[in-house]
C-alpha cells in the first residue's frame, strides 16, 4: 500500500528516520553515510531512502519546507509504515548573539506562530517538545563525540521572509535560540502518536551578526550532524 506522497510499501521504510528538508541532502546522506541504500520514493522529487548504519537498518527522506510539508510526510511515516523515531537534521538561523554558524542545536523543545496545533482543538497553548530519550542519547552521543551542543527552546516560523522587525530580539528575550520552519510540527504530530522526534540544526546563518554560510560549506560541516542522528538508530 502507498499513500498520496510516498509510493513505498509497508516495510520499506525503518523505525528510525532521518528526515533532511532538502530531498537531494537525503539522497546524499543515503550515498555517503548508509551501506546498502535502497530508493523507496520519487513521488513528487522527495527522495527517500532506507539501508543500514553499523548493520542497523534506517531511513533518511526529505520534508520539504515548513510545517505543511513535514507535517505531511511525518504523518504518513507514522501512520502508514510504522515509524517510531523522527529526527530533522536541518539547519537553522541564529536569534541568539551567543551563537555561531555551524554550532549545533538539540531542540528540546520548539515555539511557532503557526495555527497548526489548532487541529487538536486543545483549550490552551500546546508546548511543542522533543522525546527525551532521543535528546538525551543525542546529547550523550554528541559528547562521546566531543561535537559541542546547545540544548534549547527554537522557533518554528510560518515565514522566512517577514516584514516584521526586531524577531530576534523579541525571540531572545525568551532565551529561544534560532529559527526554523519544521520542528513544532514534527513534535506535535509524533506527540499525538505517541511516537518519538527530535529536531537536530545547525545554525546556517545569522539573525543577528547577519553572517551566512555558502552552500559548499554547509555540505561539510553538517557531517557531524548526521553523525549525532545516525547513532540514535
Ligand atoms: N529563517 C527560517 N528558517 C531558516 C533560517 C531562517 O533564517 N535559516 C535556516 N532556516
Known amino acids: ?3 498520496p506522497h510516498n509510493s513505498a ?3 520499506d521504510i525503518a523505525e528510525t528516520i532521518l528526515l533532511p528538508g532538502d530531498p537531494l541532502r ?3 546522506i543515503a550515498e555517503n553515510f548508509l551501506e546498502n541504500p535502497v530508493q523507496f520514493n520519487s513521488v513528487r522529487n522527495m527522495l527517500g531512502f532506507t539501508g543500514t548504519y553499523k548493520g542497523k537498518p ?4 526529505g520534508t520539504g519546507m515548513g510545517m505543511p510539508s513535514i507535517g505531511i510526510y511525518s504523518y504518513e511515516l507514522i501512520h502508514f509504515y510504522g515509524v517510531k523515531n523522527l529526527i530533522r537534521v536541518g539547519s537553522c538561523g541564529a536569534y541568539s548573539d ?3 554558524l555551524y554550532d549545533i542545536i538539540l531542540a528540546m523543545g520548539a515555539c511557532t506562530n503557526s495555527n497548526y ?3 487538536f482543538e486543545l483549550p490552551g497553548t500546546y508546548s511543542a517538545i522533543a522525546s527525551w530519550d532521543l535528546l538525551y542519547k543525542a546529547k550523550q552521543v554528541a559528547d562521546s563525540k566531543n561535537i559541542k551542543v546547545v540544548v534549547g527552546n527554537v522557533l518554528s516560523s510560518d515565514t522566512f521572509y517577514t516584514p516584521e522587525k526586531d524577531l530576534p530580539k523579541k525571540w531572545s528575550s525568551m532565551n529561544v535560540l534560532a529559527v526554523e520552519m519544521e520542528a513544532y510540527a514534527l513534535y506535535c504530530n ?3 502518536a505517541g511516537v518519538n522526534a527530535l529536531a537536530i540544526l545547525t545554525v546556517s546563518d545569522s539573525l543577528v551578526t547577519k553572517k551566512e554560510t555558502t552552500p559548499e560549506e554547509r555540505e561539510k560541516n553538517f557531517t557531524q550532524m548526521i553523525e549525532i542522528a545516525l547513532e540514535l538508530a
Open 190 to 192: 509524533a506527540a499525538a
Open 9 to 11: 510499501k509497508k516495510g
Open 98 to 100: 551567543k551563537l555561531d
Open 117 to 119: 496545533a489548532r487541529q
Open 58 to 61: 534506517v531511513s533518511v527522506m
Open 1 to 3: 500500500m502507498s499513500t
Open 26 to 28: 537525503a539522497k546524499f
